[in-house]
């Protein structure tokens, strides 16, 4: 499968995006998604991450009830909604897939890594 990510773009402290993961190749219904980011100078961490039939969602303390992570097998796309933006939240984020479909993993074990969107925000 190859992965796709858009969404990103420069936003004021407070608003919204709205990223997208879509996938070609295969259909991403049996595949479990991830999204993670890395900061200037920093390691990419962790942000969400949804299992194949999105039945299980997970989030990093620092974004959670902030972003959503969502899965749309008809569009084929994962999406994660970003609202309350803060200077913080600048960085690439990248979306990952698992091929079995599971829940939380290590990063290590994801398959499949999609080129970075860049995601800025101003104070």
């Known amino acids: 499968v190859q992965l796709q990510a858009s969404g990103g773009g420069l936003v004021q402290a407070g608003g919204s995006l709205r990223l997208s993961c879509a996938a070609s190749r295969r259909t991403l219904s049996r595949y479990a998604v991830g999204w993670f980011r890395q900061a200037p100078g920093k390691e990419r961490e962790f942000v969400a991450h949804?299992?194949?039939?999105?039945?299980?969602?997970y989030y990093a303390d620092s974004v959670k009830g902030r972003f959503t992570i969502s899965k749309d097998n008809a569009e084929n796309t994962v999406y994660l909604q970003m609202n309350s933006l803060k200077p913080k939240d600048t960085a690439v984020y990248y979306c990952?897939?698992?091929?079995?479909?599971?829940?939380?993993?290590?990063?290590?074990?994801?398959?499949?890594w999609g080129q970075g969107t860049l995601v800025t925000v101003s104070s």
């Open positions: 990952a897939a698992d091929q079995w479909g599971r829940s939380l993993i290590p990063e290590s074990e994801y398959d499949y």
């Open positions: 949804i299992n194949w039939n999105g039945g299980s969602t």
